[in-house]
């Protein structure tokens, strides 16, 4: 008799799915691995049993036999923000989100699905520094989609959409697969404001434990006005890591001194002034997901909310 899922399925899987830029990296390398008696599924693994695997070949039973097989009895965890599409592949028109979702739902059955969200003003002004650092080109207006590149849709289908980041249509999706009760919606501001307490109370909601110190310093450093620029007009002449962006040529090795300059400047000065979106972006942003949020109410607290001036 063939084995399922079902007969499989660990007890109190987590499945923390991201927001990007709500410091999943930050969780990934310096949480979640100190964490006392889990099996955490670390980012290879999560990539090749589940985010690149073919549609046509993809096996729940088999890919959950895998887990299993390597956890030794432990409480599986899994974190990475590629389960929500990443930042340097396009998301279609979310076929690449709801089929993630399904192929978790099919394959861990019954878990706790954890989503940390942040402020759109900010997570996009992340998210385009990100572009850049990867080795973009196009302006905040041609990346985010407020004008698009071609005048044929399908042609703009692969690009990144502004649209992953209505969270309300996401946390919908996981509720109505794993059940409102399973999915827990975070703040990324209350992990800033106070990573300590935050971490503290986390653990206890979600049974978690470590007996060592955590580093709680930021993993990834926002870029300068300046180094913004620098790099999006040197990214022209190297091809790098997203196919999102115009180059002329490529030079061997240019990314690499071009990281390392952009960092040593921006520690250089005093006070960097950090990169920004402009008022026209911003109040794009405002009407966008204004709607969307107030959406958000059976699940967060408003007043949060707009304390940290997410849209509304």
């Not at 899987?13 to 990934?28: E, M, V």
């Not at 080795?135 to 703009?156: A, L, N």
């Not at 470590?210 to 007009?233: A, D, Y």
């Not at 962006?245 to 300059?261: A, D, Q, T, W």
Request: hydrophobic residues 40%; aromatic residues 16%; charged residues 20%.
């Amino acid at each position: 008799m063939a084995i399922t899922c079902k007969q499989m399925e660990p007890i109190n899987t987590i499945l923390h799915i991201g927001y990007p830029k709500t410091a999943t990296k930050w969780f990934q390398n310096e949480f979640y691995p100190r964490v006392n008696g889990i099996f955490f599924i670390h980012r290879k693994d999560v990539f090749k049993w589940l985010a690149f695997q073919n549609i046509f070949d993809y096996s729940p039973v088999e890919t959950l036999e895998h887990f299993v097989s390597t956890t030794d009895g432990k409480r599986l965890v899994i974190c990475d923000e590629i389960i929500l599409g990443g930042l340097d592949i396009g998301f279609g028109s979310g076929e690449y989100v709801c089929m993630m979702a399904n192929r978790l739902k099919e394959t861990f059955g019954e878990a706790s699905i954890i989503i940390f969200i942040r402020n759109q003003h900010s997570a996009l002004e992340s998210v385009y520094g990100h572009y850049i650092k990867s080795g973009g080109t196009y302006s905040v207006k041609k990346y985010m989609g407020i004008y698009r590149k071609f005048t044929r849709p399908f042609h703009d289908y692969h690009l990144f959409n502004p649209d992953l980041f209505q969270y309300n249509k996401i946390v919908e999706l996981y509720a109505r697969l794993f059940g409102s009760e399973n999915v827990h919606v975070c703040l990324f501001e209350d992990f800033k404001a106070n990573p300590e307490g935050f971490i503290d109370q986390f653990s206890r909601d979600f049974n978690l434990s470590t007996s060592t110190h955590l580093n709680f310093e930021p993993q990834n450093i926002k870029l300068s006005t300046f180094s913004v620029s620098l790099m999006r007009f040197s990214n022209h002449f190297t091809l790098k890591n997203t196919v999102f962006k115009h180059y002329f040529f490529s030079i061997p090795r240019l990314y690499r001194v071009l990281l390392s300059v952009t960092q040593m400047l921006d520690k250089s000065f005093f006070t960097p002034r950090p990169f920004t979106l402009d008022k026209g972006v911003h109040s794009w942003i405002d009407e966008r997901f204004r709607m969307g949020n107030r959406e958000l109410a059976r699940w967060v607290n408003m007043e949060k909310l707009r304390k940290y001036g997410y849209p509304l």
